[in-house]
């Protein structure tokens, strides 16, 4: 029993003495190499996590997006990615829907190829996963009557067993 206790204790040391502004900007430089940039946004971090607020999603030059909040949680075993109230910029809008209220990414080492995703927004629900071994992402939609107001989501979306699926390979 001391032997677990002592581990979950070096466990939240750990955690808490992860950097995680670090890990922010490590992740920013990576953006950037695909020529995503991260700008305007205010850093605050706790003993457990980091919030991130007011983030603008640069695509090039060209705004993609504004996102409200960002909570990341660095927990070694379980990863998690919280971005709050996303909304396109207007010249996105018709490949994006107009507002994401939560997007969730969670990665945990018991399952170490794939990263847990979990999306509300106006559109409806997704939930799905990405494959990082195969490089894919397959996101389950449960569609909302608003759907109609993406045509351009909607014609990348195929209907399987009555659930709309979208299906992305990267590499």
Do not use: C
Request: charged share 20%.
């Amino acid at each position: 029993m001391k032997k677990i206790l002592y581990f979950l204790y070096i466990l939240v040391v750990i955690v808490i003495l992860i950097p995680k502004k670090e890990l922010y900007y490590t992740a920013e430089a990576l953006l950037e190499k695909e020529e995503i940039y991260l700008s305007g946004e205010t850093l605050s971090g706790g003993w457990f996590g980091l919030d991130i607020d007011n983030v603008r999603i640069l695509s090039g030059i060209s705004p993609l997006a504004n996102v409200d909040h960002i909570q990341m949680t660095p927990w070694i075993v379980v990863n998690d990615l919280s971005l709050y109230s996303i909304k396109a910029s207007d010249g996105f809008t018709l490949f994006f829907p107009g507002e994401i209220e939560q997007a969730r990414f969670r990665y945990a080492l018991w399952n170490p190829f794939e990263i847990s995703v979990t999306i509300r927004g106006d559109f409806g629900n997704a939930d799905g996963k990405i494959d990082l071994q195969e490089g894919k992402i397959i996101l389950y939609v449960n569609a909302v009557p608003q759907m109609k107001n993406y045509p351009l989501l909607v014609s990348k979306l195929r209907s399987e067993e009555g659930v709309l699926v979208y299906e992305h390979t990267f590499k």
